[in-house]
Nanobody
C-alpha cells in the first residue's frame, strides 16, 4: 500500500504562486498514475490535474490549464503541483491521489489511495 503526505499549502495573495508537494511511501509508486484534486467549502471534490507514471502524459481541468503544472520525480517518490496566477476561486483543500494503473484519469473514483490534504487560501 502507498501512503501520501501533502505539503506546501498556505496563504497567498491573488496572482501569486505556490508549489504543493506530495511524498509517497511504498514500492509501487513509480508504476502508478497520480492526480491532484481539490475541495472548496460546500462544494464537491473536483479534478485538478493528473500525470502518468512516466510523466509523459498530463491532463488538466479547464479551470487551471495554463496556470498549474503537475510533475513527478519517481526516484524521490514525489509529485508536485506548481500553481501560478492564483485566484480566490482556487481556495480549497488540495488532495494528492494515486491509482494502481499507469494511465491518467480525471475521475476521483478511479483513485485508490489519498493523502490527508493541504489547505490553499488565495486572498483577493
Amino acid at each position: 500500500q502507498v501512503q501520501l503526505v501533502e505539503s506546501g499549502g498556505g496563504w497567498v495573495q491573488a496572482g501569486g504562486s505556490l508549489r504543493l508537494s506530495c511524498a509517497a511511501s511504498g514500492r509501487t509508486f513509480s508504476s502508478n498514475a497520480m492526480g491532484w484534486f481539490r475541495q472548496a467549502p460546500g462544494k464537491e471534490r473536483e479534478f485538478v490535474a493528473t500525470i502518468s507514471y512516466t510523466g509523459s502524459t498530463t491532463r488538466y481541468a479547464d479551470s487551471v490549464k495554463g496556470r498549474f503544472t503537475i510533475s513527478r520525480d519517481n526516484a524521490k517518490k514525489l509529485v508536485y503541483l506548481q500553481m501560478s496566477s492564483l485566484k480566490p476561486e482556487d481556495t480549497a483543500v488540495y488532495y494528492c491521489a494515486g491509482r494502481t494503473y499507469s494511465v491518467t484519469s480525471p475521475r476521483a473514483d478511479d483513485y485508490d489511495y489519498w493523502g490527508q490534504g493541504t489547505q490553499v487560501t488565495v486572498s483577493s
